[in-house]
C-alpha cells in the first residue's frame, strides 16, 4: 500500500509540474500577475509531493519491502541500514528520482530566494526548471519506475552492489547531483533572459551565486568519487578517463569557463552572447552525462544494465530541451550584443583566452568520449579511447591554462598596462624557475615534470603576491584582521580556488612522477621493501561483517627500523552478490601516502600483495577541496544578498530591444 | 544571425550521432573468442545438478548459447523471442544463468517459460569468465565443430534474430 502512495505521490508532482512549466509562463508573457503568482506555490508543491515519493523509497528500503522490484534487487536484510538508505540511489530508478528530488530542493531554494528579482523573470526561471521536471518525471514514471512491485515478493533482496557499499558512496551520488542539477539554474536564467530579452549586468548578478554553488558541489562530487575510486577499487589509481568520470569533468570544464564569464558581464556588461551560451551549454551537458550513464550507449565501469528504450527516451528529451534552448539562442541572442568594449591587453582579453582553452579542454574530452561511438556508428569499427589519448591532449591544455590563471588577476579591467604587469611578473618568474631547476638537480626529475613543478609554483606565487598586493593597499595603519575582512568573500574565493588548482597541480605532477609500487608474493612473516619503507606481513584473521566474510592481513611498515604504521587491508566475499571486493588500507600522512592491498591468495597459502608509496597523494585531495570551498566562499559574497534587498529596477537594467 | 545557428546545428548533428549508437548498441563488441573453440567447462545443470553439463555434448550441431540470469532486467526483454525461438524449434538454445540462485533462476523460467533445451549454473560466474561476459544478456553463436562464430552483447532483438542470427545459423547448418 505505502509504495502506491510513492507512487500516486508523484503522479502528482508531474501534474503540479505540468502546472508549474506551462502557466507562469504564459502569465509572463501575457503580463498576467496572477498567473506569474502561480509560480512559487505550485513548484513549493510539487517539491512537497516529490518529496513524499522519495520519503516511501527511502522507507521501502529501510523496512525491506521486497515485493518492490527496485528494493529486492538492491538491497538485503543483512545490509547495514546507512547503506539501505544509500541503496536508494543504488541503482538506475532510485537515482533518477534523487535527480528529481535535487531538482524540487533547487527550484525551492530559487523560489524561495528570488522575492526581490522582477517577477516576469522569477516566473520565467521558475516555469523552466518545471519543465525540466515534467520531463525527468515523465522518463521515471513511464520507462523507470521505482515502485514497480513483483509479487509474490521475492524472500530476500539481492543485496546493494558490494563496490557501493561503502561511506564515500553515500554521499558522492547527491554531491555530484547537487552539482549537475544546480547548473539548471544558470540554464533556467538563461532561458529566461532569452525569453524576456533581458539580458545585462544585473542578470549576471542574479546568476552568480547559483553557478558558483553548483559548481562548487560538482567539485566536491568529483573529488568524492575520485577519493572512492583510489582506496575502494584497490589498485591505488584515482582518475581512469573513464566516459561516466569524462560526463562529469565536461560540466566542470565549461561550468568553469560560465563562472569567470560571468564575471566579466557583472561587472563589464560584456560577453553577454557568450555567457548565455555557456550557461545552455553547462546544464547541456550535465543532461548528456546522464544520457552516456543511463542509455548504455558506452560501455564503463559505472554503466547500469543497459536499455534502449531509456536511451532513445533520454535522446529525446535531451533533444527537446537542448535543441529547443540553443534555437531559442539563434533567435534571440544577436538582438543581445556583446555588450561592453575592451582593449586587446585587459582582463576581459584573458578570461576570454581562458573561456576559450576551457571550452577547448572541454572539447577534447568530449571528443575523446564519443569518439568510439561515431566510429562504431559510421562503421568503421570499434577502438577504445584511453588515457594515451587524455594524456597527450588535456596535458598541454592545461599547462597554459594554468599559467593564465596566475596572470589574469594581475590585469585591469578594460585596459591593462602590459609593463606594470610584467613588473608584477618578474618574481614569479624568477620562482618558478627556481622550482623547476631545483626538481630537475635535486630530484633528477624529467623534463615533464620539471615543467608541471614550475607551473604550480608560477600559479602558487602569483596568486599568495596578488593576495598580499591586494591587502597591502589598503590604508596605511588598518590592522591586519580588519584588512581580511574588508576584503570581499568573491575575492577571497578567487584567491583560495586558484591556490587550490596549484596544490592539485603540484600533487599530481609528483604522485605522477614519483610514486612506487611493488607486487610480492608473501606468506605471514615475510616482508618486501619498497624505496626506505619495509611492509612486513605480520597476520592474517577472518572477520565476519554483517553481510561479507574477509580476510584481514596486519601489516607492518616500518623505516629504518622504525614503526610508522600499522596497515588493516582486507579481502572481503560478498556472500549475497558472490562478488570478492579488495579494501585496501592507505597510511595518509601530509607528505606521502602508504597503500596496501591484497590481491589473492595462491595455491601454496601466500598472499599476492601490492604496496605503494604515493608521494604528495594528500595534495591532490587537499587541491580539490580547497577549489570547491573557494566556489562556496565566493558564492557567500555579501553583494548577492544586498543586491537582494534592492529593487530590481535600481539596478539599472540596460534594455534590450526585441527583434521585430 | 547564421553563426548564433552553429550551436544548433553542431548540436543536431550530435544527436543524429548518438541516435546511431543507440541502433547500433548494445552491440556487436567484438569478441577475442571468434573464430575460436568455444572454451570447454563441466557445470551443473539447473534442473538436475547431480548431472554435469559441457559445450561437447553438442558437437555436430549449431547452436545457441544464451547467458542469462533471473535479476537480469534486459533478459526480460528478450525473453519472448527466446520463447518463441525454442517453439519453433529453429536452434537449440543452451541458457547459461550466470551468478544466479537455483530457486529465483526455477521460479523466473516457471513464470515466464522456458526456451531452453536445458541451463546451467554458473553460480560464481567462472565460465562466465572464460567467454568475457562483461553483462547480461549475451549470446553465442556455436557451430558443428564448436567453434564460436558470433557474440551479441545485451538483448536479442527481432532485428539482431532477423538479420545476424538466423541467417548464420541456416548458413552454418548448410556447410
Known sequence: ?660 | MRRFLLPLGIFFALVTLLGAGLRHDPGEIPSPLLGKPAPAFALPRLDQPEQNFGPEAMKGRVWLLNVWASWCASCRQEHPLLVDLAQRKVVPVIGLDYMDTKPEAEKWLAERGNPYQLSIQDAKGKVGIDYGVYGVPETFVIDKQGVVRFKLTGPVTQEALDKKLLPLIRELNRG
Request: hydrophobic share 55%; with cysteine; proline share 5%.
Open chain 1, 1 to 660: 500500500m505505502i509504495p502506491e502512495l510513492g507512487n500516486f505521490a508523484l503522479i502528482l508532482a508531474l501534474g503540479l509540474a505540468l502546472v508549474q512549466g506551462t502557466l507562469p509562463l504564459v502569465g509572463a508573457w501575457r503580463g498576467d500577475a496572477r498567473l506569474m503568482a502561480v509560480a512559487r506555490p505550485v513548484a513549493l508543491g510539487q517539491a512537497l509531493f516529490v518529496t513524499v515519493g522519495f520519503g516511501v523509497l527511502v522507507y521501502a528500503f529501510v523496512t525491506n519491502d521486497f515485493s518492490v522490484s527496485y528494493v529486492a534487487g538492491n538491497s538485503n536484510s543483512r545490509l547495514p541500514v546507512q547503506y539501505r538508505v544509500c541503496s536508494v540511489w543504488g541503482g538506475h530508478e532510485g537515482s533518477v528520482l534523487l535527480w528529481i528530488q535535487i531538482l524540487a530542493l533547487w527550484t525551492v531554494a530559487v523560489a524561495a530566494f528570488s522575492r526581490s528579482l522582477p517577477r516576469e523573470l522569477v516566473a520565467r526561471v521558475i516555469a523552466v526548471m518545471g519543465l525540466v521536471s515534467v520531463g525527468f518525471l515523465c522518463f521515471l514514471l513511464f520507462t523507470s519506475n521505482p515502485f514497480a512491485r513483483s509479487l509474490p515478493a521475492a524472500l530476500d533482496g539481492r543485496d546493494l552492489n558490494p563496490l557501493l557499499q561503502d561511506l564515500g558512496m553515500i554521499a558522492h551520488p547527491p554531491i555530484l547531483y547537487m552539482g549537475y542539477v544546480g547548473f539548471s539554474v544558470a540554464f533556467a536564467f538563461a532561458i529566461a533572459a532569452l525569453l524576456g530579452g533581458r539580458l545585462d549586468a544585473a542578470w549576471a548578478r542574479w546568476t552568480r551565486p547559483w553557478t558558483l554553488l553548483a559548481w562548487s558541489f560538482l567539485t566536491l562530487g568529483i573529488f568524492l568519487g575520485s577519493a572512492w575510486a583510489y582506496y575502494e577499487l584497490g589498485w591505488g589509481g584515482w582518475w581512469f578517463w573513464d566516459a561516466v568520470e569524462n560526463a562529469s569533468f565536461m560540466p566542470w570544464l565549461v561550468g568553469t569557463a560560465l563562472i569567470h564569464s560571468l564575471s566579466v558581464t557583472e561587472k563589464r556588461d560584456s560577453f553577454r552572447n557568450w555567457t548565455v551560451l555557456l550557461a545552455i551549454l553547462a546544464f547541456s551537458l550535465s543532461l548528456l552525462g546522464t544520457f552516456l550513464v543511463r542509455s548504455g550507449v558506452l560501455t564503463s565501469v559505472h554503466a547500469f544494465a543497459s536499455d534502449p528504450t531509456r536511451g532513445l527516451y533520454i535522446l529525446g528529451f535531451l533533444a527537446v530541451v537542448i535543441g529547443g534552448a540553443l534555437a531559442l539562442y539563434a533567435w534571440r541572442a544577436p538582438s543581445v550584443g556583446l555588450g561592453g568594449r575592451f582593449a586587446l591587453f585587459s582582463r576581459e582579453s584573458l578570461l576570454l583566452l581562458n573561456n576559450v582553452v576551457l571550452a577547448a579542454a572541454a572539447g577534447t574530452v568530449l571528443l575523446g568520449t564519443l569518439y568510439p561511438l561515431a566510429l562504431d556508428a559510421l562503421g568503421l569499427g570499434k577502438i577504445s579511447v584511453g588515457p594515451p589519448y587524455f594524456d597527450a591532449v588535456f596535458v598541454p591544455l592545461s599547462i597554459p591554462l594554468v599559467l593564465l590563471t596566475a596572470v589574469g588577476p594581475m590585469l585591469a579591467w578594460k585596459q591593462a598596462s602590459a609593463r606594470d604587469v610584467l613588473r608584477r611578473l618578474r618574481p614569479v618568474v624568477l620562482g618558478a624557475l627556481a622550482f623547476a631547476l631545483l626538481a630537475l638537480v635535486a630530484l633528477r626529475a624529467s623534463a615533464a615534470t620539471a615543467v608541471g613543478i614550475g607551473a604550480a609554483a608560477w600559479l602558487l606565487i602569483g596568486t599568495a603576491l596578488e593576495a598580499a598586493k591586494r591587502l597591502r593597499a589598503h590604508a596605511a595603519g588598518t590592522r591586519w584582521s580588519r584588512r581580511i575582512a574588508a576584503t570581499p568573500l568573491g575575492w577571497w574565493g578567487m584567491i583560495a580556488a586558484h591556490a587550490g588548482l596549484a596544490v592539485f597541480v603540484l600533487g599530481v605532477t609528483v604522485v605522477k612522477s614519483f610514486e612506487t609500487s611493488a607486487d610480492a608474493s608473501l606468506r605471514i612473516g615475510e616482508s618486501v621493501a619498497l624505496g626506505d619503507f619495509r611492509f612486513a606481513f605480520e597476520a592474517l584473521e577472518r572477520v565476519e561483517g554483517p553481510n561479507y566474510i574477509a580476510a584481514r592481513g596486519r601489516f607492518e611498515v616500518t623505516r629504518d627500523g622504525k614503526v610508522v604504521a600499522t596497515l588493516h587491508p582486507e579481502k572481503r566475499f560478498y556472500v549475497v552478490q558472490k562478488m570478492p571486493m579488495t579494501e585496501a588500507a592507505v597510511d595518509r600522512g601530509a607528505l606521502r601516502d602508504l597503500y596496501v592491498s591484497l590481491s589473492e591468495a595462491t595455491a601454496d597459502g601466500a598472499w599476492v600483495v601490492r604496496v605503494q608509496h604515493k608521494p604528495l597523494m594528500g595534495w591532490i585531495w587537499a587541491g580539490a577541496l580547497l577549489i570547491a570551498a573557494g566556489g562556496a566562499i565566493a558564492a557567500a559574497d555579501r553583494r548577492y544578498r544586498a543586491a537582494k534587498r534592492v529593487p530590481a529596477s535600481v539596478a539599472i537594467p540596460v534594455s534590450i530591444p526585441l527583434p521585430n
